[in-house]
């Protein structure tokens, strides 16, 4: 299974990471290979939870990113 992680820098440094389709599932690491493993690890304990309250997974579907200029 895969799931969209947005990364975005922080302003202290380095980055934190969401996962949209997982609200809560928040992460954060110094680079971006931090970010991702990390994340990585935060989806696995989001999924356990989900699974000992009995609650399927959430597919990622259909989830586009884009990015708009404006003057």
């Avoid at 990471?17 to 991702?36: H, I, K, M, R």
């Amino acid at each position: 299974m895969e799931y969209t992680a947005i990364l975005h820098p922080a302003e202290e440094g380095g980055y934190w990471v969401e996962v949209p389709v997982l609200p809560g599932c928040f992460s954060q690491g110094e680079t971006v290979e931090e970010a991702l493993e990390k994340i990585k690890e935060a989806i696995e304990l989001h999924l356990e939870g989900l699974k000992e309250e009995g609650m399927e997974p959430p597919q990622d579907e259909g989830f586009v990113l884009g990015r708009v200029g404006v003057k």
